[in-house]
């Protein structure tokens, strides 16, 4: 197995890039698209635990848009074979000072594209 093929790397990076955008800007429908449509994936958020897309999508949509912008660090993206990538990066939001945040996502290629199947958000006091 070839552990960061560029091209893979490439791709993921820019579907990575194309769902922070769109968290940013809220574009509800670019988030649910970058989200494999399906009752297996799921998605434990800060406040929430979402299992499948029915409920990824009710609160994607019932989500308020403010306070959505943060500042990434420490992005890692490591694809695995061709067709698995996991990706994990910290946050700052200048609405919780003193707060970092985690998120880890898995993407698998699907023939329609790369999609998020397992996604996980925390936040922690930074120590």
Do not use: C
């Not at 552990?3 to 988030?31: K, M, Q, W």
């Not at 649910?32 to 029915?54: K, Q, S, V």
């Not at 308020?64 to 490591?78: A, C, F, M, N, V």
């Amino acid at each position: 197995m070839t552990i960061d093929d560029p091209e893979v790397l490439a791709e993921v990076t820019a579907a990575f890039r194309s769902y922070e955008a769109a968290l940013t800007g809220n574009d509800v429908e670019t988030l649910e698209g970058l989200f494999n449509d399906d009752p297996r994936t799921l998605r434990y958020g800060a406040t929430e635990n979402l299992y499948g897309m029915d409920e990824i999508r009710a609160f994607r949509r019932g989500r308020s848009p403010k306070g959505l912008d943060r500042t990434l660090e420490r992005t890692q993206i490591t694809a695995y074979g061709r067709d698995m990538a996991v990706a994990n990066t910290l946050f700052r939001r200048d609405g919780a000072p003193g707060k970092i945040g985690r998120q880890s996502q898995t993407w698998v290629r699907f023939p329609d594209g790369w999609r998020v199947v397992s996604a996980h958000v925390s936040v922690i006091d930074e120590g």
